[in-house]
């Protein structure tokens, strides 16, 4: 059967895959384009697999509501450019949907169930991207909470924060209270709510290197024990207010803690509010990132390698 160059055009248009491999794939399938398409997704699969231990550390942190569900999902790629791709974009949407109309648990779990709006699961619509985009694609992680709340995506993605309250109602007021602690937490990233959530063990290494500090301090040579304590507590005081988001200044009045401008704006909006909880995810944090050789490129561009 001839394959006609509208043929290729209606499958390159279906798949978004290039002009040659639907060409070929079509050949290969006698014209049938389900046949074709079937093809392209079986071949994507085998690419998906070659690139499995390629890193990938760039991406996108995203986030969607729908009722009173919120989720947010890092999708991780191995270079920067693909976060701005709308296919690749149009994608992580679909997996924060498939995620809040599933209920799924993990990524394991994720990756079995099926793509919203589509009889295949996400592990197959997966393996199409990795083979349409050409590059390595990772679902890291992801985190669904129910309740009042706000969110806040920084940077393209970069960080994404979503905060959840315990308030009287669930109006505008609240939702910009609670936004502005999402833009504190982006800022400032605090590790913890309050003091009581920081492990006994980080506060003695705390303890630890404050003590090691004055030790090799000559001005704190043969000042009283008394006075000493004083001033590790003075330091582990100082150590809460980075580290734990309600005892931080709020960035946009330092002469109030987050704490207290919850409370304070609350009482002007005529509700009550604290904050309950919070999520922060920062784009590859942890993760290998890839370096680049670019005197190695260079060289083989022009045929030196």
Request: net charge negative; charged share 30%.
């Amino acid at each position: 059967m001839a394959i006609t160059a509208k043929d290729v055009a209606e499958l390159r248009a279906k798949t978004g895959i290039g002009m040659m491999e639907c060409k070929k794939a079509l050949t290969e399938a006698n014209g049938d384009m389900d046949e074709a398409i079937k093809l392209l997704r079986e071949k994507g699969m085998a690419v998906a697999d070659k690139k499995a231990s390629r890193i990938a550390a760039e991406g996108v942190v995203s986030v969607y509501a729908e009722g009173t569900k919120t989720a947010m999902i890092e999708v991780n790629s191995e270079t920067d450019f693909v976060a701005k791709n709308a296919a690749f974009q149009e994608f992580v949407n679909g997996l924060l949907k498939t995620i809040i109309e599933t209920g799924v648990a993990d990524v394991d779990a994720l990756l079995a169930a099926k793509f919203t709006g589509e009889d295949r699961t996400v592990d197959e619509v997966l393996k199409e991207q990795i083979f349409k985009i050409g590059e390595k694609l990772t679902i890291r992680r992801f985190v669904v909470v129910d309740g009042i709340s706000s969110s806040y995506i920084h940077g393209g993605g970069t960080i994404g924060v979503i905060v959840t309250g315990d308030a009287s109602a669930d109006n505008d007021d609240v939702h910009a209270i609670l936004k502005n602690v999402c833009l504190q937490i982006a800022a400032m990233e605090p590790e913890y709510l309050t003091r009581g959530e920081v492990p006994a063990n980080v506060v003695e290494e705390e303890k630890g290197i404050i003590l090691e500090q004055m030790k090799n301090d000559p001005k704190m040579a043969g000042k009283p024990e008394k006075v000493l304590d004083g001033i590790v507590m003075g330091k582990i005081g100082k150590f809460y207010s980075k580290v734990c988001l309600l005892e931080q200044e709020y960035v946009k009045d330092e002469a109030l803690t987050v704490e207290k401008y919850v409370a304070a704006a609350a009482k002007e909006a005529g509700v009550t509010c604290a904050v309950k909880s919070f999520v922060i995810y920062k784009k590859g944090e942890g993760l290998q990132k890839r370096e680049e050789n670019f005197a190695e490129e260079i060289a083989k561009l022009t045929g030196q390698q």
